[in-house]
Nanobody, 121 residues
Framework: VHLVESGGGLVQPGGSLRLSCVASGFTFSSVAAGWFRQAPGKEREFVAAIHWSGGSTNYAEAVKGRFTISRDNAKNTLYLQMNSLKPEDTAVYYC???????????????WGQGTQVTVSS
């Protein structure tokens, strides 16, 4: 199982970034997937998740209305579109495969290496 994130970088407050996570080694189209983030000195926290079909999503309150999770099962790729970024969004962002029952996401054991997002002027 491999999950490889990309798309992070330095962006000014109010800016946008699009993260990608390419999955391999398993049937991506049959599992739910999610994004998490970890800021310095803090625990890893849930950001967003999406059902294997793309038909159901769930977001942390802190990112609702600003972030959009999506997936392209034909490309084995998970995305996170981040708009109106704030300094408090600064963190390493990780993708994960897991299970989703209704809108509750249960993370699995596999994580990517992460991609750094820094929001600063």
């Amino acid at each position: 199982v491999h999950l490889v994130e990309s798309g992070g970088g330095l962006v000014q407050p109010g800016g946008s970034l699009r993260l990608s996570c390419v999955a391999s080694g398993f049937t991506f189209s049959s599992v739910a997937a999610g994004w998490f983030r970890q800021a310095p000195g803090k625990e890893r926290e849930f950001v967003a998740a999406i059902h294997w079909s793309g038909g159901s999503t769930n977001y942390a309150e802190a990112v609702k209305g600003r972030f959009t999770i999506s997936r392209d099962n034909a490309k084995n790729t998970l995305y996170l579109q981040m708009n109106s970024l704030k300094p408090e969004d600064t963190a390493v962002y990780y993708c994960n495969r897991g299970r989703m029952i209704r809108t509750t996401y249960y993370p699995g054991d596999y994580w990517g290496q992460g991609t750094q997002v820094t929001v600063s002027s």
